[in-house]
């Protein structure tokens, strides 16, 4: 069956770094649309990054454009998520998704359509 594990949260000081994992199994990771998304407490899931890995497009939402970056390894079917110049407004639990039904188009085209495969989530927390 279809898994997701994510690792890497933590906690760092604004300005710093961090990178998430998230090792998949179970199916076509290069037949795949990947995301990663974020949750504020009592909010809805928020998407940040996407990636068309049929292609190997990528999105990044605005409030991360510059400072997260979207990268895959297909050998090893791991998702990460690069994150540079943590601000505390980034405090929140990161998840990793996959979509296996509309990957081979776009990335954006993949942010657009549900996800139906999610991980644990990670906490990540940015002090000022």
């Known amino acids: 069956q279809v898994q997701l594990v994510e690792a890497g949260g933590g906690s760092v000081q604004a300005g710093g770094s961090l990178t998430l994992s998230c090792t998949t199994s179970?199916?076509?990771?290069?037949?795949?649309?990947m995301g990663w998304f974020r949750q504020y407490p009592g909010k809805e899931r928020e998407g940040i990054a996407f990636l068309d890995n049929g292609g190997g497009s990528t999105l990044h939402s605005d409030s991360v454009k510059g400072r997260f970056t979207i990268v895959q390894d297909n050998a090893n079917k791991i998702l990460y998520l690069q994150m540079t110049r943590l601000k505390p407004e980034d405090t929140a639990v990161y998840y990793c998704?996959?979509?296996?039904?509309?990957?081979?188009?776009?990335?954006?085209?993949?942010?657009?359509?549900?996800?139906?495969?999610w991980g644990q989530g990670t906490q990540v927390t940015v002090s000022s």
């Open positions: 179970g199916y076509n990771f290069r037949r795949s649309c």
């Open positions: 998704a996959a979509d296996l039904d509309s990957w081979g188009k776009s990335a954006e085209y993949c942010s657009s359509h549900n996800f139906a495969y």
